[in-house]
């Protein structure tokens, strides 16, 4: 959606700008405000599913668009976070009395992200989007209790899976890489391995070596001594 950052008057702009940063300084209880620079006239959320509810535990994303004749006329708003619920559209668009008639433009950006707090707690069948979401709602809680929940445990709890209280373990995944001046990386796989040990163990390995030395010295002189013997028969 295009900005209207261009379309709004400069006054219109400074008191957005004024109540946007006294949201993200002071936001209701559950809710999160991320102001953009660039745009001022598109104000990202989140809200925090209330308990009580099929939405519990969730984190919903939300935006609210302002248009050229704000505050004239109210914004729009869109959950970006895929939610079960009578009063949110398939693709996010929120129907709620003060986002239409009950629109002032006294009211502000604070009483519409409270208003749709309170829609997640005290949905409204009579003015569904999603028509599915509102029947059940009237007909068989348990069941739209059901897939509110299920929606919530795959959307909203932390990305996919749902797997929002998972934490990584220090040791999983690719590990810091040695740093250049690192011995063992210098001297290839063999270097990581124990240090030839110290005192005894050095002599130890020093005789060892010795001994190998003087075992192939008489071997390669019984070879030469044959070869001479060799000789005389001949």
């Known amino acids: 959606m295009n900005s209207n950052v261009e379309n709004l008057p400069p006054q219109v702009l400074r008191l957005v700008y004024k109540e946007v940063s006294a949201l993200a300084a002071d936001p209701p209880e559950g809710i999160k405000i991320y102001p953009s620079e660039e745009d001022i006239t598109e ?38 976070t895929k939610i079960f619920h009578p009063n949110v559209g398939h693709k996010g668009e929120i129907c709620v009395n003060v986002l239409k008639r009950d629109w002032k433009a006294e009211l502000g950006l604070r009483h519409v992200l409270l208003t749709i707090k309170c829609l997640l707690i005290h949905p409204n069948p009579e003015s569904a989007l999603n028509e599915e979401a509102g029947r059940l709602l009237l007909e068989d809680y348990a069941e739209y209790e059901s897939r509110a929940r299920l929606l919530t445990e795959i959307h909203a709890m932390g990305g996919p899976g749902g797997t929002s209280g998972t934490h990584q373990d220090p040791n999983d995944g690719p590990q810091p890489k040695k740093h250049a001046g690192d011995p063992t990386k210098r001297a290839g796989p063999s270097a990581a391995a124990t240090p030839a040990p110290l005192g005894n163990g050095a002599s130890n ?19 030469k001594a044959d070869k001479k013997r060799a000789l005389r028969r001949l």
């Open 205 to 223: 390995a020093n005789s060892s070596s010795n001994t190998n030395s003087s075992s192939n010295t008489s071997v390669a002189g019984k070879k």
């Open 43 to 80: 104000l990202h959320t989140s809200i925090e599913g209330p308990e009580g509810t099929p939405f519990a535990g969730g984190i919903f994303r939300m935006r609210l668009v302002l248009g050229k004749d704000f505050p004239a006329v109210p914004p729009k708003g869109y959950f970006l």
